[in-house]
């Protein structure tokens, strides 16, 4: 009996953790095997312990360069595809004009789509207009994709804001400019910032399309598949352990300060 | 009140609309309309929902575009300016507080809007006014109802408006909440003496608060007056029912003489006074009676011969009774009228008064108002509570 009460108390808790522990134990594994000293040329049974590949996370030639890459293409599609997807969000929200039905729809067309097939057609598409595969097409394809993400995050914050707000705003002599700076833009701002993270996790992430139209340029995601098929070096893993300490510490930060403003108001 | 003509001063606070009309496409939302509203006066418009009084409202705010007719206020032709350059300040439905910054910023936005860099000590005063001087840090969601209400108003009026217009500023309250902000704003707006344009559904807030009321049916103001003409003078069948509960009985003129209209209702004779009917009376012409529940008194048909002389009386037997502590709510068939509405003061409870009893509803002549029987007589019945989403 006391056994099926304690199960029923703690049922939930439980499911939470099991859930838990299913989405972070390949963390947990990529963690673990960048301290790892394989034999041969792949990380994939554990050897013995051993922090060279964390005192050398460049040591392999190629590696840190396809990084770099791929942090810039994500931060200027993040920047595009942000700039483009708040603007288009606001104009379906706000705005009727013709087509905007289409729009509407449409948007959603490169969520939808087959990554394989929309790699494919762009590359067609670079290819005829006689464009040079690499940065350039690289980043026009992720801003592209970015776009739709981008625009169901912004126009779900914009919809669900009060229109009366800003008409508050203009009552209380804001004119249009500062209304938009004072009033929309801080309120849509959540949103923003979530469209904005999405875009940066999918540019980071993406392999696909960014295969078709890379040319000869390398991303951080074509580095570590290349390399798979040859041997994987630890140092990928130090990556991975690294940008996911990052993502964590910045959470945790923004969490912390955002506290501590509550705190310090109340 | 007749206000339409009067004088206006100088930078007065005083608003006139002047042939000012909106629609929408095939809908007319406010058809040509003529108003003064006096300086330093609490002026309602007062409606059932759709009936233009909100769209009027945002037209002098500048926050919809009149499709004819013009703005002044004072001697300032408004018509043309956007709203963030009107001196008017809006406390809006809902109140639409800055979700994003904290009461202190909500009061300092208009402010700082306007370059003012020292804000502090008007904005604790301001504050302190609405007695919320305890809450400025918090954020308006951490609020209750009725204290997020005092911040809207609060962040209008450190503005010193000519004229602050309210869209339904208590209609998110509860009754009681409602009260007192009903008092809590009458104060306010003696102690700042600006200019108020209140808009409202609810006829007793109207009544309590305003110092002249418009009533507004479907795009026209109907009548415009003090609180209490509107009561006792309904001019219309729909400013009667809209504005407390009114029984009508439907008569001919049967003669006049001097100062008194005599009419015919089922058997019974009715005298009405020649200067509360509102439209002419001819012998052989029909005309509306009506009398306000309260003012009719019930005796017991076996009294009968104790009602005095010269009160106007009608038969009945009562089908409804309802006790409602301080008074006791009647309903009377009659043949002029099924459905007489009599409201008894519980002084003396006669206990024959029950639901069957043959009884004789009499009433002071001077009680009875004559309205054109041209016109429904449910107009504005009902619509009272059908309100506001």
Same mark, same amino acid.
């Given at each position: 009996?006391?056994?099926?009460?304690?199960?029923?108390?703690?049922?939930?808790?439980?499911?939470?953790?099991?859930?838990?522990?299913?989405?972070?134990?390949?963390?947990?594994?990529?963690?673990?095997?960048?301290?790892?000293?394989?034999?041969?040329?792949?990380?994939?049974?554990?050897?013995?312990?051993?922090? &060279?590949?964390?005192?050398?996370?460049?040591?392999?030639?190629?590696?840190?360069?396809?990084?770099?890459?791929?942090?810039?293409?994500?931060?200027?599609?993040?920047?595009?595809?942000?700039?483009?997807?708040?603007?288009?969000?606001?104009?379906?929200?706000?705005?009727?004009?013709?087509?905007?039905?289409?729009?509407?729809?449409?948007?959603?067309?490169?969520?939808?789509?087959?990554?394989?097939?929309?790699?494919?057609?762009?590359?067609?598409?670079?290819?005829?207009?006689?464009?040079?595969?690499?940065?350039?097409?690289?980043?026009?394809?992720?801003?592209?994709?970015?776009?739709?993400?981008?625009?169901?995050?912004?126009?779900?914050?914009?919809?669900?804001?009060?229109?009366?707000?800003?008409?508050?705003?203009?009552?209380?002599?804001?004119?249009?400019?500062?209304?938009?700076?004072?009033?929309? $833009?801080?309120?849509?701002?959540?949103?923003?910032?979530?469209?904005?993270? $999405?875009?940066?996790?999918?540019?980071? &992430?993406?392999?696909?399309?960014?295969?078709?139209?890379?040319?000869?340029?390398?991303?951080?995601?074509?580095?570590?598949?290349?390399?798979?098929?040859?041997?994987?070096?630890?140092?990928?893993?130090?990556?991975?352990?690294?940008?996911?300490?990052?993502?964590?510490? $910045?959470?945790?930060?923004?969490?912390?300060?955002?506290?501590?403003?509550?705190?310090?108001?109340? | 009140?007749?206000?339409?003509?009067?004088?206006?001063?100088?930078?007065?606070?005083?608003?006139?609309?002047?042939?000012?009309?909106?629609?929408?496409?095939?809908?007319?939302?406010?058809?040509?309309?003529?108003?003064?509203?006096?300086?330093?006066?609490?002026?309602?418009?007062?409606?059932?929902?759709?009936?233009?009084?909100?769209?009027?409202?945002?037209?002098?705010?500048?926050?919809?575009?009149?499709?004819?007719?013009?703005?002044?206020?004072?001697?300032?032709?408004?018509?043309?300016?956007?709203?963030?350059?009107?001196?008017?300040?809006?406390?809006?439905?809902?109140?639409?507080?800055?979700?994003?910054?904290?009461?202190?910023?909500?009061?300092?936005?208009?402010?700082?809007?306007?370059?003012?860099?020292?804000?502090?000590?008007?904005?604790?005063?301001?504050?302190?006014?609405?007695?919320?001087?305890?809450?400025?840090?918090?954020?308006?969601?951490?609020?209750?109802?009725?204290?997020?209400?005092?911040?809207?108003?609060?962040?209008?009026?450190?503005?010193?408006?000519?004229?602050?217009?309210?869209?339904?500023?208590?209609?998110?309250?509860?009754?009681?909440?409602?009260?007192?902000?009903?008092?809590?704003?009458?104060?306010?707006?003696?102690?700042?003496?600006?200019?108020?344009?209140?808009?409202?559904?609810?006829?007793?807030?109207?009544?309590?608060?305003?110092?002249?009321?418009?009533?507004?049916?479907?795009?026209?103001?109907?009548?415009?007056?003090?609180?209490?003409?509107?009561?006792?003078?309904?001019?219309?069948?729909?400013?009667?029912?809209?504005?407390?509960?009114?029984?009508?009985?439907?008569?001919?003129?049967?003669?006049?003489?001097?100062?008194?209209?005599?009419?015919?209702?089922?058997?019974?004779?009715?005298?009405?006074?020649?200067?509360?009917?509102?439209?002419?009376?001819?012998?052989?012409?029909?005309?509306?009676?009506?009398?306000?529940?309260?003012?009719?008194?019930?005796?017991?048909?076996?009294?009968?011969?104790?009602?005095?002389?010269?009160?106007?009386?009608?038969?009945?037997?009562?089908?409804?009774?309802?006790?409602?502590?301080?008074?006791?709510?009647?309903?009377?068939?009659?043949?002029?009228?099924?459905?007489?509405?009599?409201?008894?003061?519980?002084?003396?409870?006669?206990?024959?008064?029950?639901?069957?009893?043959?009884?004789?509803?009499?009433?002071?002549?001077?009680?009875?108002?004559?309205?054109?029987?041209?016109?429904?007589?449910?107009?504005?019945?009902?619509?009272?509570?059908?309100?506001?989403?």
């Amino acid at each position: 009996m006391t056994f099926v009460n304690w199960f029923k108390r703690n049922v939930v808790v439980m499911a939470g953790l099991l859930t838990l522990a299913y989405l972070l134990l390949p963390n947990v594994v990529v963690t673990v095997f960048s301290f790892n000293r394989p034999k041969g040329r792949f990380n994939y049974q554990w050897q013995e312990f051993s922090t &060279d590949a964390w005192r050398d996370p460049c040591g392999v030639s190629g590696l840190c360069e396809s990084l770099g890459l791929s942090l810039q293409i994500a931060f200027w599609a993040t920047l595009g595809a942000t700039l483009l997807g708040t603007m288009i969000a606001f104009a379906l929200v706000r705005y009727r004009f013709r087509a905007r039905g289409a729009v509407n729809s449409l948007i959603f067309l490169p969520m939808a789509m087959p990554e394989v097939v929309m790699a494919a057609s762009l590359l067609t598409l670079f290819l005829n207009m006689g464009a040079e595969l690499g940065f350039w097409t690289i980043l026009i394809a992720h801003i592209m994709f970015c776009l739709s993400f981008v625009v169901v995050a912004v126009k779900a914050r914009v919809m669900s804001m009060d229109p009366r707000l800003e008409q508050a705003a203009q009552d209380l002599y804001a004119g249009p400019v500062q209304t938009f700076l004072r009033v929309t $833009l801080p309120i849509a701002a959540p949103g923003i910032a979530a469209g904005a993270l $999405l875009a940066f996790a999918l540019s980071f &992430d993406d392999f696909i399309i960014t295969n078709f139209n890379a040319g000869s340029t390398v991303t951080f995601p074509m580095f570590v598949w290349g390399s798979a098929q040859r041997g994987t070096p630890v140092q990928i893993n130090v990556i991975g352990t690294a940008m996911f300490v990052v993502a964590v510490a $910045l959470v945790l930060v923004s969490m912390a300060v955002g506290n501590r403003r509550r705190r310090q108001k109340a | 009140m007749k206000t339409t003509e009067e004088t206006t001063k100088a930078g007065g606070g005083d608003v006139r609309l002047t042939g000012i009309s909106k629609t929408y496409g095939d809908f007319t939302a406010v058809h040509p309309l003529d108003l003064t509203v006096p300086e330093g006066s609490f002026f309602a418009l007062l409606g059932a929902s759709g009936c233009g009084k909100t769209t009027t409202l945002r037209m002098i705010a500048g926050l919809e575009e009149p499709t004819a007719g013009t703005v002044h206020l004072g001697d300032q032709d408004v018509t043309a300016l956007p709203p963030y350059k009107r001196p008017v300040n809006t406390v809006f439905q809902s109140y639409a507080l800055f979700p994003h910054l904290d009461i202190y910023e909500n009061v300092a936005f208009g402010l700082r809007r306007r370059g003012i860099k020292s804000v502090k000590k008007q904005v604790e005063e301001m504050l302190e006014l609405v007695q919320l001087g305890e809450q400025a840090r918090k954020k308006p969601h951490q609020l209750s109802g009725g204290q997020q209400q005092r911040v809207a108003v609060a962040r209008a009026l450190i503005n010193h408006p000519k004229v602050l217009l309210l869209d339904e500023p208590l209609g998110a309250l509860d009754l009681k909440l409602r009260r007192q902000m009903q008092l809590e704003l009458k104060r306010i707006q003696t102690e700042v003496g600006i200019t108020f344009v209140h808009v409202t559904h609810d006829q007793e807030e109207a009544m309590t608060m305003a110092d002249c009321v418009a009533v507004m049916n479907a795009g026209r103001v109907e009548q415009l007056g003090t609180p209490a003409d509107l009561y006792e003078n309904p001019r219309t069948t729909f400013v009667a029912n809209f504005l407390g509960t009114s029984n009508f009985i439907e008569a001919e003129v049967d003669s006049t003489s001097g100062d008194d209209i005599v009419l015919k209702a089922g058997g019974g004779k009715l005298v009405l006074h020649r200067a509360r009917a509102s439209v002419p009376a001819a012998t052989g012409g029909k005309i509306l009676a009506g009398v306000r529940p309260e003012k009719i008194s019930l005796t017991h048909a076996d009294d009968a011969g104790e009602i005095p002389e010269g009160r106007n009386r009608i038969t009945g037997r009562i089908t409804e009774s309802s006790f409602i502590g301080v008074s006791t709510q009647f309903v009377v068939d009659s043949p002029v009228c099924s459905d007489f509405e009599v409201y008894v003061q519980n002084i003396d409870r006669d206990p024959r008064l029950a639901p069957g009893a043959e009884v004789v509803l009499h009433w002071n002549p001077a009680h009875t108002f004559g309205l054109d029987a041209a016109q429904d007589i449910d107009a504005g019945v009902e619509t009272v509570e059908e309100e506001v989403a």
